[in-house]
């Protein structure tokens, strides 16, 4: 938890707790998590499902309240949406009543501004759905429609990237294709990404750096740099580094899970 | 992209006119779509035999013209007599849709407003449910001796259908949240305002769609009763002159006129849904 501490990170999360108040009773989701991304660093959270990673990036984008701790960007707080934060849902979460064009629109009519049409078009050529502008959600691959989730994210120009769990809904070579993709564009143009996943592959390809969160309540329990260079190809995928580490992460995830026995069936749901 | 092309070329196959339904009920499953010309022929050839074979036989068997008159007759008697039937047709249209627009406004208002507030929604469900399952017309003759024998008491009884209908139906819709695009709206800062028009709105958009069709047929139905019931104009009151006086090749005429208005009503939403709502297959 040393990156980022020389000068002000670009986000960071200090002692984020977070308490859902249910009907069967009071459930920790996140507690004192505390974790700092650099600017234009990829930072990957994995961590046993139901542990809080959605959770945690909801807070970050400032769409759910912390219970206590804070969001910091560029050093401060995050107390709601934030035009500087972008947001890629799982599955893509287009509207299905407005083609592509009317759904890349759609933040820009929000917020009442005129969209940068040559940085949109630009966008769209490079993740290659130049030309589908008149197409409705339905007529297009669960690909295609993350590919236009991801443009709409960035048609805002965000300095930090939050994307949840994006691709898990996509068949193994699509989410392949779609991690090659994202990389490109970071290469493009940096930005500060902070992705949740439960791949720990698509973890290590696509991150400068992957946090394994404990599993509930969430907290960070190990990091991991991956100092590979860039761009990857799927080839590192079959080294004995990524081996090695695929495999620690993996302990470190079972093993947080066999350590905790004695949670109650309802705590292991979701 | 190339591994995405064969999906998506399969899909925009898939746009044959089938999976533009207006929703997965039923009555939508299959409407009016293109045709191809051997469809339309097959369709002519199946109506030429059915029509003629009504004609045929109740030639044949001589049956009685105040029990069923023949189609040829009925169609006589809808050309000769239509001058005559029209102002009455003018009437019935004029309370369906005023009663109609009163109803749906009325009906769409209150069921966006009491979504909203799901407390709200259900201390009126009762009584919204009470006006669904009452039949309008059975205030008809309470409503005459109230505003008279002209418009009024119609169009009160074909807005007190229409509008619960359209009410149910959209907030049916309304209440269908998808909280991740609320979400996605959010994340942009959108307002409460915002996120009714651009995703609670299109989300709801093919029930109201399916509410305004019944609501329509309803409020048609509701209307030519009322007509029956009393006063001196109308469809209804057509039906009940022409039966008293035992003319039923314009009696059944007024019939073909009715079918034709529900069948109107029904091809002007397909149209709306298909034009409006057909991304929900």
Redesign the interface.
Known sequence: MNTGDAKTPKLGVREATKIYHTASGDLLALDRCTLHVAANEIVSVVGPSGCGKTTLL?SM???HGLSDGEILLDGKPVT??H?D?G?V???A?L???RNLDANIN??F???GEKPDRAWIAHLLDRV??DGFGG???????G??QQRAAIVRALS?KPSVLLMDEPFGALDS??RD?MNRLVEEIWLDAPTTIVFITHSIEEAIFLSDRVIVLSPRPGRVAKEYPVPFPRPRSMEIMATREVFDLTNAIKMDIVGGRAGTKARRPAETAA | MSSDAIPEFHKAKAGDGRDVSLTNLSAFSGGPGVKSGREVAAIVVVAVIVIGGLEFALRFFEVPQYIMPPPSLIAWALFDEFPLIAPHLGYTLVELLSGFAIGAVVGLILAAVVTQFPFAEKIVAPYILLLVTTPMLALVPLLILRFGFGYTPRIIAVALAAGPMVMINAATGFRRVDSAKIALARSYGASTLQIFWKIRAPMALPMILVGLMIGAIFGLLTAVGAEMVGGGFGLGNRLTTYSSMIQMPQFFAVVLILSILGILIYVLFFLIGKKWASWEA
Not at chain 1, 135 to 141: A, C, H
Request: proline share 14%; aromatic share 16%.
């Open positions: 909801w984008s400032g769409l709601g949406p035009p934060i947001l849902f799982q599955e979460n509207l299905p009543w759609f933040p009519e929000i917020k290659g759905l197409k409705f959600p339905r007529e297009l691959s690909g295609m805002l070579f699509t294709e």
